[in-house]
């Protein structure tokens, strides 16, 4: 897939305000600082679609941008350790929970996960309620040009060995790096597979 445009549309804290569910959409979440802007700047080729930033919790709101005047990318809040009240953080919880489970044209749902760590249960935990939810996910394992090759692969082994004690099919996974431009094809390539399923079924 050819990025011809990426623009910013809108933001939102209410799921019945974002766009007409009329293209496929993609939503990405992942604990706070996992690298989610830099991985959207990436898959876009724009260095200043989505903001980046050192400070956890930047992403606050349903962010959509329009690409190629085809489809919805979504830029979700993470979740984690974000320095932000016990109600600022439920309320955060309501809103992505009525966005994943309610949103009609939602395709995929990326999960990043920090590929310099081992098992984290905060990400397991979102990844079990996904499943509870029935909402198709992938994973993307961010920050792989921050480790050795072989941190990597040991650490996201280490993940999906994880999950196979509670999953008994795992989810497509990508490994990425912003730096090396890696994971970036693999999954335009799925999206753009998406696209056309989405075609034949509206």
Known sequence: MVIK???????????QKCPVADKP?????????????????????????AKTSGTPGKTQLINHFLINNQWYLVDLPGYGFAKVSQGQRKSWERMIE????????????????DSRHTPQKLDIDFINQLGEWNIPFQ???????????LETS????AFLNKLRETWQFLPASYV???VKKTGRDQILAFIEEMNARFQGIA
Do not use: H
């Open 98 to 113: 009525d966005y994943l489970r309610k949103r009609p044209n939602l395709m995929n749902v990326f999960v990043l996960i």
């Open 25 to 49: 959409e993609y939503a990405f979440i992942g604990r706070s600082n996992v690298g989610k802007s830099s991985l959207i700047n990436l898959l876009t080729s724009r260095e200043k679609l």
């Open 154 to 157: 040991r650490n996201t082994k």
């Open 5 to 15: 445009s990426a623009e910013y549309l809108i933001s939102n804290v209410d799921w």
């Open 139 to 149: 994973l993307v394992f961010t920050k792989a040009d921050k480790n050795t090759q």
């Open 176 to 178: 990425t790096s912003t």
